[in-house]
């Protein structure tokens, strides 16, 4: 079993059992838990693919920041689009 995995698994016995998890799930309501859930998606697919650029110098940060914004905007988009079909609306012109 893979390390992702067996922590997926051990993350889940936990919060099933937990009533703290219940609480603040209950607390926040579906449009902040969406939302949450869309950052801890864009953050995991960043930090494990290695996606975001750490300027070595000052001449390469302005480029770095170009990078890592359009990083996020391609997810974003892709992320909005796969939400839109599997919501089944429609994609492309009316």
Known sequence: MSKALA???ATAAFAVVNAT???IADALGPI???VLAVAALL???IIDHRLW???DD???RQR???YNAVTLATLHGHGRWCAR???GGRVGRA
């Open 7 to 9: 922590g997926v698994l």
């Open 21 to 23: 998890v219940w609480n």
């Open 32 to 34: 902040r838990q969406a």
């Open 43 to 45: 953050a995991w697919l």
């Open 53 to 55: 650029e750490r300027p």
């Open 58 to 60: 000052v001449i390469n």
């Open 64 to 66: 770095a920041k170009l």
């Open 85 to 87: 079909v599997g919501a």
